[in-house]
């Protein structure tokens, strides 16, 4: 069998940092690399030797493709602190391009960028805060600089994903896809590629995967737990 498997990126680095927390441009792309290997592993097809061990049966990796973003060199207005920050000079912004550099030199990774709406980047309030504003539990002097992130949005990433989707599937390159991601927009596609007889698998990283989506793939297998540094996986 041959496998490709389809990365969202951002979805990937948000709960790879969540579970396994911070890490050099070179580690995270090691352990990207690392987690998507863990889903060519089949585990329907394995022998078992006189110690009674199991032995897996692998599937061949196509590709790995990965979709994401170019940092944003931008200066966007800080509502609290009254000045506008250069995000070129942040350290996200050094670790981001490093970190495309070190997937664009894996083998067998295909790199899928599309762009941030730089002109569209702007702060504002954590939820749970306006929250406590809003209640009155904190006042306009107990909100910190922390408590603001910048929302950019990204563009051409799900279009580059369902068009490779399509195309793995009418040009028959591979027998499974692997889709990292837990985003509905992706039950077209998903359609499409199963109409064509691949296998499509879905891996949400743990979190709840949206019926619509749910119903139009042909497994659930998440690897979240390996990134916590346990031997276990899910599979449903």
């Not at 097809?45 to 049966?57: G, L, M, N, P």
């Not at 408590?147 to 390159?173: C, H, N, P």
Request: net charge positive; glycine share 4%.
């Amino acid at each position: 069998m041959k496998t490709a498997i389809l990365v969202d990126g951002g979805y990937y680095r948000k709960l790879a940092k969540h579970y396994a927390g911070e890490k050099t441009p070179l580690e995270r792309a090691a352990e990207l690399e690392s987690y998507c290997r863990k889903h060519l592993r089949n585990r329907d097809v394995f022998t078992i030797d006189e110690k009674k061990q199991r032995h897996y049966q692998y599937s061949d990796l196509y590709r790995i493709f990965y979709y994401d973003c170019e940092p944003v060199a931008k200066k966007v207005y800080h509502p609290l602190l009254k000045t506008s920050i250069d995000f070129s000079k942040q350290p996200t912004f050094k670790w981001m391009n490093d970190f495309l550099v070190c997937l664009k030199e894996k083998r067998k990774f295909a790199l899928r960028l599309g762009f941030l709406a730089a002109e569209e980047a702007f702060y504002t309030l954590d939820n749970s805060i306006l929250k406590k504003f809003f209640r009155k539990e904190i006042s306009v002097d107990d909100i910190t600089e922390k408590d603001f992130f910048v929302t950019i949005r990204q563009k051409g990433v799900d279009m580059k994903i369902g068009l490779d989707i399509a195309s793995l599937a009418y040009k028959k390159q591979v027998d499974q896809i692997v889709l990292i991601a837990g985003d509905s927009d992706f039950v077209p596609a998903a359609k499409l590629a199963r109409r064509e007889g691949i296998d499509f698998i879905l891996d949400p990283m743990g979190k709840t995967v949206n019926s619509n989506l749910f119903e139009h793939i042909d497994g659930l297998r998440s690897n979240y737990k390996s990134l916590q540094k346990e031997e276990c996986e899910t599979e449903e």
